[in-house]
């Protein structure tokens, strides 16, 4: 995969779109009310096939975003096309979309089987066909003993997996889901994704998926997308998403993050130094800065910091830090830190042979390479 | 699905069979219910149960002939009303006897009344009868016979004892009988004459126009039902308001402005005629008939219709209908399939509502159905407050009942009771 062709939220991307693109949202905006704007400027393009993930907190668009590409919701401004069509010149029926609704909407007047029987049955498919479609479709989700139920005597999810394969029972070439599996247990979950990520590759779905869970959201996407504040804040596969988030909003929502707040002190190239509040400095790599003398917050992972001094750079920047806590988790060996007036600064370690274990009071240098600490906007 | 392999009945924690703790721990949540209820339960029972029982009593209750001529009603037994003859002078004299003491407790007119249901001149033959019969002397006077009469010659028409002896039993069926167009004879339940057969075609009219008129509610109702559910909230606001109106309005108000609308010198009949759609001469009888009572009913009903079904449609969420759109589903297979059924608790509760309103309503068919239009109910206070047969009355009363209840019966079998949604 050529990640530097992938566009990024810096530049709009539907300067980049293309005839091949299969979804496509050009300057997008909604509002409600006609006092606020629920999605602000909404610019991406997805090829056919792509597994897309919305990710962001309550309330940031992304059922309205669903909604307005199934036409449901008509956008306020700009364009949505669906395979180099607008959407609203479609009619629903005809769009061939399948849907996972976040609150399931099935059908409560017909059995599970019905359900899943109906959009095969307003595709004229026939009652052998239908049945053995539905039958597939409910063992897809381990659900075949269950056709005869009425929603309303099923479980949450046991619901949302008659959801999911309603929507894949009459094979859409485009799928949304709007949190599908919210209500599973764990290793249903699991299960589930693995079962959704294969189906869609392998009929060669296109998906547009909503969660809350960043580790869904980091597992199962080809793409995702971070909503905040009505905006996609980065559209990355989730790789470059974790390790090279574009702003803060990324960097903390996705994973365990540190921040440091500080002025650049001053900017060569790649690397940068930044002066914190208390004084010290440190290494960075400007992403967000364009000049000394503004400020940044800067953004590390935990496992990307350093106390042995040996794998650091010879004039590398180091930092004091008292260890406040140590917790066991296992596989992993988890630091808390007082780092510059930070009394948050978490550091994994891997639990190998020759890991160090720090214990409380013990004060230690730390350090990390410039290109693991992103100097992002304030 | 395991307890079907499990074998003997399931028990609870302590050993006891689970059936048995389900059911006490049922009881205890009853009990309380029960006793929470129990204030309403007794208004309930004061002002409605007890009322109804009397009337379901009313309509079998004969005891007036048997009370006020106890003798006579021993005497006649050995009497053949068949035979065609008069009956002996024992009759006559404890006859006598008894209207003596029937004038005396002021009785007898009462007893006329009565009788007069079966026969007709019985209440002024009593009525005059009883001015004379009070100077007779019981020892002296005997034999009564011809005296009597020659009181009045009715005392000697077989037919007059004939009558007395049938309706004597202290519990009757003649109500009913008289209720279903039969009358109460010697020879047993005989059909009534043919001038006197209308009340079985008016509780099929009855029941007929009930049915268009809920039929009409239900579709005039479900088009603005299905508008205020899925307008926006301001104008569907507005919209109930339009819909409440009437209710606000006194029910004689809104019958009367139909009279006006619909008569033949009325709103509707001079619009068409000045429209020049109808000719003068021939202008349209819409009123005191069977049409009139079915516009002015439905419009007053169709409240009753509008809000259980709103109510109903209020409760089924949007994502229904994109759910069904979005797997293809054309508009019409969307409100056929998805939203109809579950709109249908809503036109059932609705129907009932109606149906049972219409059934026994009185007021409007008084007003605007003339002879054609009235209903089983205008037939009811008739006799309650004109012919004061309240018998009949309540024997009339206790079949509506029996038929709503029927109905209600065979709605729960067809489409089920627990399908009914009020909200
Ligand atoms: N029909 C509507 N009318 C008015 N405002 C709405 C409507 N639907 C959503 N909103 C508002 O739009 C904003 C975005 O809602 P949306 O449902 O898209 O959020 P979301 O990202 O899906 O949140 P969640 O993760 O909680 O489902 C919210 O502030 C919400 O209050
Ligand atoms: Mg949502």
Redesign the interface.
């Known amino acids: 995969m050529n990640r530097a062709a992938k566009d990024r939220t810096g530049e709009p991307s539907w300067y980049m779109s293309n005839d091949a693109a299969f979804v496509e949202f050009q300057r997008v905006q909604k509002s409600y009310d006609g006092e606020i704007l629920v999605v602000k400027d909404l610019n991406l393009s997805m090829p056919k096939g792509e597994f897309l993930t919305m990710l962001g907190p309550s309330g940031s668009g992304k059922t309205t975003c669903l909604m307005m590409l199934a036409g449901f919701e008509t956008a306020t401004h700009g364009e949505i096309m669906l395979d180099g069509r607008p959407i609203n010149n479609i009619p629903p029926h005809k769009r061939g979309i399948g849907m996972v609704f976040q609150n399931y909407a099935l059908f409560p007047h017909m059995t599970v089987a019905e359900n899943l029987a109906f959009p095969l049955e307003v595709r004229n498919i026939g009652k052998d066909a239908r049945e053995e479609k539905v039958k597939r479709a409910l063992d897809m989700v381990q659900m075949g003993a269950f056709g005869s139920r009425r929603p309303a005597q099923l479980s949450g999810g046991q619901q949302q997996r008659i959801a999911l394969a309603r929507a894949l029972v009459f094979e859409p070439e485009l799928v949304l889901m709007d949190e599908p599996l919210g209500a599973l247990d764990k290793q249903l979950r699991e299960h589930m994704q693995f079962e959704i990520t294969r189906l869609a590759h392998e009929l060669g779905i296109t998906t547009v998926y909503v969660t809350h869970d960043q580790t869904e959201a980091l597992t199962m996407s080809d793409r995702v997308a971070v909503f905040d504040d009505g905006r996609i804040q980065q559209l990355a596969p989730p790789d470059l998403l974790y390790e090279e988030p574009e702003n803060s909003f990324v960097a903390q929502f996705i994973g365990e993050n540190n921040t440091l707040e500080g002025v650049v002190k001053s900017i060569d190239g790649d690397s940068c130094v930044v002066a914190l509040d208390d004084g010290s400095e440190i290494d960075a790599m400007p992403v967000n800065v364009k000049a000394a003398g503004e400020r940044t917050k800067v953004s590390i992972r935990p496992e990307r910091v350093e106390f042995n001094k040996d794998r650091l750079h010879a004039d590398a920047h180091t930092l004091k830090a008292t260890v406040k806590e140590f917790i066991y988790m296992g596989d992993v060996f988890r630091f808390r830190l007082s780092v510059a007036g930070n009394d948050d600064f978490i550091i994994k370690t891997r639990n190998a042979p020759d890991a160090v274990r720090l214990s409380p009071g013990q004060e230690v240098e730390i350090g990390w390479l410039a290109k693991d600490c992103r100097a992002l906007d304030a | 699905m395991t307890d079907a392999t499990q074998s003997g009945p399931m028990l609870a924690a302590d050993g006891t069979p689970l059936k048995k703790s389900l059911a006490r721990s049922l009881r205890r949540r009853k009990l309380r219910a029960l006793a929470l209820i129990s204030p309403l339960l007794l208004f309930v029972l004061l002002s409605f149960v007890i009322p109804i029982v009397s009337m379901l009593f009313r309509s079998v209750e004969n005891g007036i002939v048997s009370q006020t001529i106890p003798l006579t009603v021993v005497e006649l037994q050995n009497w053949d009303a068949e035979g065609g003859e008069l009956p002996n002078e024992a009759v006559y004299a404890a006859f006598t006897k008894d209207m003596l003491a029937a004038i005396e407790a002021k009785q007898h007119t009462r007893l006329g009344s009565r009788l007069n249901y079966e026969k007709t001149g019985m209440s002024s033959m009593f009525r005059r009868s009883g001015r004379q019969i009070k100077k007779l002397d019981p020892e002296a006077d005997a034999p009564f016979k011809d005296k009597l009469i020659e009181i009045h010659d009715g005392w000697g028409d077989v037919d007059t004892w004939r009558t007395i002896k049938t309706h004597a039993v202290p519990i009757t069926n003649g109500y009913f009988l008289n209720a279903v167009d039969m009358r109460r004879t010697p020879e047993g339940a005989q059909a009534q004459p043919d001038d006197k057969k209308i009340l079985i075609k008016l509780f099929g009219r009855t029941l007929m126009m009930s049915l268009i008129i809920t039929g009409s509610c239900v579709l005039l109702a479900y088009p603005i039902s299905y508008l205020l559910a899925n307008l926006p909230m301001r104008i569907s606001n507005l919209l109930m308001i339009l819909v409440l109106l009437p209710f606000w309005t006194s029910l004689l108000v809104r019958t009367s402005a139909w009279k006006v609308m619909l008569q033949q010198q009325g709103v509707i009949n001079e619009t068409l005629v000045w429209l020049g759609l109808v000719a003068d001469d021939a202008r349209l009888v819409i009123i005191n008939n069977q049409f009139g009572t079915i516009i002015a009913m439905t419009h007053i009903l169709l409240p009753f219709m509008i809000l259980p079904m709103y109510s109903v449609m209020q409760t089924i ?1 949007p ?2 209908t ?10 019409w ?2 409100f056929w ?2 939203y109809f ?2 709109s249908i608790p809503g036109i059932g509760a609705g129907s009932i509502l109606v149906f049972i309103l219409a059934i026994g309503y009185y007021i409007t068919p008084e007003i605007v159905g003339g002879t054609k239009g009235v209903f089983i109910s205008n037939r009811i206070a008739y006799h309650i407050s004109s012919s004061l047969n309240w018998g009949l009355a309540a024997a009339l009363g206790t079949i509506l009942l029996v038929v709503v209840l029927v109905l209600y019966w065979a709605y729960d079998k067809i489409v089920g009771i627990d399908n009914v949604k009020l909200g």
């Open positions: 969420p994502t229904y994109r759910a069904a759109k979005s797997m293809g589903a054309t508009n297979t969307t399939r998805i059924p579950q």
